[in-house]
């Protein structure tokens, strides 16, 4: 009896896979001929090739983190509108692509009566980035996706609707470290005490070198504590960034009432116009407030709807800031400014890389 070779399976190998096995036949067919493309309306991208095929792209929003009943909804839903194919953008909207016209309209009814909105491009302010949060990461001190839904919430017209001056990308990062990026408006974790440290477990967990290398401003010193090898922080020096806590869980930096939430605007990181810029603090010492985040979606809606007045078209949230400068913008937005909002570090601009393009 004849027995089956085993065919060796292919290493995988690091790096982006080959999307070509996943794209819309139609895309598939077109790629790289498209002739132009244009907005029949909003969330809705129409996209014709030299070939004379068309496609239409319908954006959704979701809740964030999804159940698998909501992904199995999403699915179903694109087998029997979208040929099967979806596709999540940068910023995590959901993307359907639609050969047949006639099959646009039904999808948006279908979505938006499961309560996915329609929207998210053009001059919308699309769906909010957030980081992974307390479902996948094993340090936040928020959960990043629920401070997202509420404020999807209470901007879902400007989801739906394209009456903002340009694009406006939000984010939301549950620690300093910031995994969320550069955004037009961010909102970051910030803590405000130093780490307490857990001196009984520090010598069982923590590789104290690692620990003691990791500290951006060398508060961190080997110590010993009750006869046990520990470590010490100079609280003088310490700038709260928590980044000595992920590798030694003992330095726990989460604290309930001193874990806030900043606000930073002015992040950009396409080189449109202008080169890719960082963001900037404008509020601190937000309460941490779950469920529904109160305080920072005020803050978030007073910055986001005093750029829309104020703005003039086609300005980027960092080219209005830029152009009426600080002082206006505080005045405007009429948030408090204190000292500790100046970004005065001069190193920066040579440390920093602020352009994306390449520097010998
Ligand atoms: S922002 Fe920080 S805590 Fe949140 S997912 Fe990223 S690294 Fe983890
Ligand atoms: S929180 Fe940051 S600055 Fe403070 S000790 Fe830890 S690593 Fe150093």
Redesign the pocket.
């Known amino acids: 009896m004849a027995t089956a070779t085993a065919t060796p399976r292919r290493a995988i190998e690091s790096g982006v896979p080959d999307n070509q096995p996943f794209l819309h036949p139609t895309l598939k067919r077109n790629y790289g001929n498209w002739k132009y493309h244009d907005r029949p309306r909003p969330g809705v991208l129409h996209h014709v090739s030299h070939s004379g095929e068309e496609v239409w792209s319908v954006r959704a929003g979701t809740q964030r983190q999804m159940d698998v009943h909501t992904i199995r909804k999403l699915c179903d839903i694109a087998d029997q509108y979208a040929e099967g194919h979806v596709r999540f953008t940068i910023r995590s909207n959901i993307e359907f692509m639609v050969s047949d016209e006639g099959k646009v309209a039904p999808l948006i009814e279908t979505l938006t009566k499961n309560g996915f909105p329609v929207g998210g491009t053009g001059n919308s302010v699309s769906m909010i980035a957030h980081t992974q949060g307390w479902l996948h990461c094993d340090i936040p001190g928020t959960d990043a996706s629920g401070a997202v839904k509420a404020l999807m919430d209470d901007l879902y017209e400007e989801f739906v609707k394209e009456e903002m001056p340009n694009r406006v990308h939000l984010s939301t990062s549950c620690c300093e470290i910031n995994c969320g990026g550069q955004a037009d408006i961010a909102v970051i974790i910030q803590?405000t005490k130093?780490?307490k440290i857990n001196h009984d477990l520090v010598a069982n967990v923590c590789e104290r070198p690692a620990?003691v290398a990791?500290?951006?401003?060398?508060?961190?010193r080997p110590a010993l504590v009750n006869g046990k090898p520990s470590l010490e922080?100079?609280e003088k020096?310490?700038?709260?960034?928590?980044?000595?806590?992920p590798p030694c869980p003992p330095?726990q930096?989460n604290d309930p009432e001193h874990s806030k939430f900043a606000i930073w605007v002015g992040g950009k990181n396409s080189n449109a116009r202008g080169k890719p810029t960082f963001m900037k603090m404008v509020a601190s010492g937000l309460p941490n407030n779950p469920p529904r985040w109160p305080e920072v979606s005020e803050v978030v809606k007073k910055i986001l709807y005093t750029y829309k007045a104020d703005a003039r078209p086609w300005e980027r949230l960092s080219d209005w800031v830029e152009r009426i400068g600080w002082p206006r913008f505080f005045e405007k937005t009429g948030l408090p400014f204190t000292k500790y909002l100046i970004d005065d570090w001069r190193g920066s601009r040579s440390n920093l890389n602020a352009s994306a393009h390449i520097r010998f």
Do not use: L, S, T
Request: hydrophobic share 40%.
């Open positions: 803590h130093p780490p620990v990791r500290c951006p401003v060398a508060a961190i922080v100079d020096k310490c700038i709260c960034c928590g980044a000595c806590y330095m930096i």
